[in-house]
T-cell receptor, first 112, second 115 residues
Framework: GENVEQHPSTLSVQEGDSAVIKCTYS??????FPWYKQELGKRPQLIIDIRSNVGEKKDQRIAVTLNKTAKHFSLHITETQPEDSAVYFCAALQEGTYKYIFGTGTRLKVLA | DADVTQTPRNRITKTGKRIMLECSQT?????MYWYRQDPGLGLRLIYYSFDVKDINKGEISDGYSVSRQAQAKFSLSLESAIPNQTALYFC??????????????FGPGTRLTVL
């Protein structure tokens, strides 16, 4: 069935360093790829998204890249800060069924 | 502010009991979803609905049922709760604008414990 693989499951970085989280999707019909941040005890919230007709999108310290041929997309966080510590989820929206398939999450820890 | 709300926020119940989790939204969105979150497994889709007359099973619908009472309300029921349904449950909404997909907005979650 449809699947989104996310790596790594945990990631520790020093404050100020960059963090990269990678996802691979299986359904080539997927055309919308959001990233959500979930702080401890809170609900997931969208931080950035990308559509299949775009290869890269940036929003301040956050960027997402998409490689449709390889069915990969990645989240890049630069100049990490302690408040970036959270669980991050990638997702892929299937065209046709309009189901969002989520990755298993990455726990990011930014060490001060 | 328009929002997605869930009741109850926490619930402890016993095996075999019937439980209903409720979700309401004031965003005016047509699409509503129920997910469960387990450590290390991410968010898994239970059921989703595109309008009052449209209900679809997700990847883990066994043991669950839903009701879309109105555009703004989507309830999840566990007919006979079992311990492995202990999880954090999220409701979410999204809007189809006719030309593009949009983000999902999540409720605050319901933590369910089945003893």
């Amino acid at each position: 069935g449809e699947n989104v693989e996310q790596h790594p499951s945990t990631l520790s970085v020093q404050e100020g360093d960059s963090a990269v989280i990678k996802c691979t999707y299986s359904d080539s019909a997927s055309n919308y790829f959001p990233w959500y941040k979930q702080e401890l005890g809170k609900r997931p919230q969208l931080i950035i998204d990308i559509r299949s007709n775009v290869g890269e999108k940036k929003d301040q310290r956050i960027a997402v890249t998409l490689n449709k041929t390889a069915k990969h997309f990645s989240l890049h966080i630069t100049e990490t800060q302690p408040e970036d510590s959270a669980v991050y989820f990638c997702a892929a929206l299937q065209e046709g069924t309009y189901k969002y398939i989520f990755g298993t999450g990455t726990r990011l820890k930014v060490l001060a | 502010d328009a929002d997605v709300t869930q009741t109850p926020r926490n619930r402890i119940t016993k095996t075999g009991k019937r439980i209903m989790l409720e979700c309401s939204q004031t965003k005016g969105h047509d699409r509503m979803y129920w997910y469960r979150q387990d450590p290390g497994l991410g968010l898994r889709l239970i059921y989703y609905s595109f309008d009052v007359k449209d209900i679809n099973k997700g990847e883990i619908s066994d043991g669950y049922s839903v009701s879309r009472q109105a555009q703004a309300k989507f309830s999840l029921s566990l007919e006979s709760a079992i311990p492995n349904q202990t999880a954090l449950y999220f409701c979410a909404t999204s809007e189809w604008t006719g030309s593009s997909y949009n983000e999902q907005f999540f409720g605050p979650g319901t933590r369910l414990t089945v003893l």
